[in-house]
């Protein structure tokens, strides 16, 4: 079946503008997450919706990033006002369910997707 | 805080050669543990992942990985490399009550000389 799909591949905006990066996660996947990987560094954890609700928006490094998941499935990262520094490849991941069994860590795999690079001049 | 260390950006080995990855974890609960690959212009893939159980697993493409908690280590190996292992590896951990928020290393790039 599909798999993660974003959009764009590619952003290529201005300092100071506003940007959407859209995430398609796996149908049936209700736990979906928003990652940045900046060059040479691993993924950061961004945010965690399960369903519809942002269950953990620790790692939005400010206020201009926000991001929404309205009907449980597409999700959209918002960045207002970009700055140089929010240049990286924002990468999305769904998995089946983000909720383990008894409070345990789910140990269902998240599946990412190919990623949106964002590059602000 | 959890962190995740990779020792050495680069890696290159010879066609056939061991594959030796490095990674530690730093954690005060047992963590998850996962390896992922990803080659150029594609996404993350989950090569193996240790949750509970036995402590060496296998992965895809012959990988595999050994959850030592006395020394906070989880290496992944494989005994012959082949051209098309070549790709960046990223060692992640996720212990965070409910769901996986997962933190990952800085990344190995592997390079295989024929």
């Known amino acids: 079946g599909a798999g993660v799909s974003q959009t764009p591949s590619n952003k290529v905006t201005e300092k100071g503008k506003y940007v959407e990066l859209r995430c398609d996660p796996i149908s049936g996947h209700t736990a979906l997450y928003w990652y940045r990987q900046s060059l040479g560094q691993g993924p950061e954890f961004l945010i965690y919706?399960?369903?519809?609700?942002?269950?953990?928006d620790s790692g939005l490094p400010n206020d201009r990033f926000f991001a929404v998941r309205p009907e449980g499935s597409v999700s959209t990262l918002k960045i207002q006002r970009t700055e140089r520094g929010d240049s990286a490849v924002y990468l999305c991941?769904?998995?089946?369910?983000?909720?383990?069994?008894?409070?345990?860590?789910?140990?269902?795999?998240?599946?990412f997707g190919p990623g949106t690079r964002l590059t602000v001049l | 805080a959890q962190s995740v260390t990779q020792l050495g950006s680069h890696v290159s080995v010879s066609e056939g050669a061991l594959v030796l990855l490095r990674c530690n974890y730093s954690s005060s609960v047992p963590p998850y543990l996962f390896w992922y690959v990803q080659y150029p212009n594609q996404g993350l893939q989950l090569l193996l992942k240790y949750t509970t159980g036995a402590t060496l697993v296998k992965g895809i493409n012959g990988f595999e990985a050994e959850f030592k908690k006395s020394e906070t280590s989880f290496h992944l190996t494989k005994p012959s490399a082949h051209m098309s292992d070549a790709a960046e590896y990223f060692c992640?951990?996720?212990?965070?009550?409910?769901?996986?928020?997962?933190?990952f290393g800085t990344g190995t790039k592997l390079q295989v000389i024929p």
């Open positions: 919706f399960q369903g519809t609700g942002a269950a953990d």
């Open positions: 992640a951990a996720s212990n965070s009550g409910g769901y996986q928020k997962v933190t």
């Open positions: 991941a769904s998995s089946l369910s983000g909720i383990g069994l008894a409070g345990a860590i789910s140990t269902d795999t998240q599946y």
